[in-house]
């Protein structure tokens, strides 16, 4: 199919889909005139390029562990690693999240702060007037 088809049928763009070849996780056929060409695996590869999108992997680590990907029990259409030695990647991966998250939440706390603390409309007047009285 064509990458137009496969846009279609996985529901993301065309600019998506090269991006994805680019960056090693995608490799179509090509057809004599250029064309890319793909199979029907592709449109369950794009699913699982996508869920570990989603999950806040970088492509780099998308590359290296998308190959012992497999469907996990249950609905959702969940991915689990199919070899153990994924999981240092994986787990390195969550803690690196996690340490954002923690990062994220500090700012927002000293923002919610900053906000809390500022003087009503009119307590301070011209505190935010223009440093040359206009």
Excluded: F, K, N, W
């Amino acid at each position: 199919m064509r990458i137009g088809e496969l846009a279609r049928r996985a529901q993301v763009s065309g600019r998506a889909l090269r991006y994805y070849e680019e960056q090693g996780l995608l490799t179509p056929d090509r057809q004599p005139s250029g064309y890319r060409d793909y199979g029907e695996a592709d449109v369950e590869t794009v699913r699982r390029i996508r869920v570990l999108l989603a999950a806040g992997l970088p492509t780099s680590i998308i590359a290296e562990v998308l190959p012992c990907m497999v469907d996990a029990a249950g609905p959702g259409g969940a991915l689990a690693p199919g070899c153990p030695e994924l999981l240092p990647h994986l787990e390195g991966e969550r803690d690196r999240i996690a340490a954002a998250i923690a990062d994220l939440t500090a700012a927002h706390r000293l923002l919610a702060a900053v906000i809390a603390a500022t003087p009503a409309m009119g307590a301070t007047p011209g505190a935010c007037a223009p440093a040359d009285g206009t």
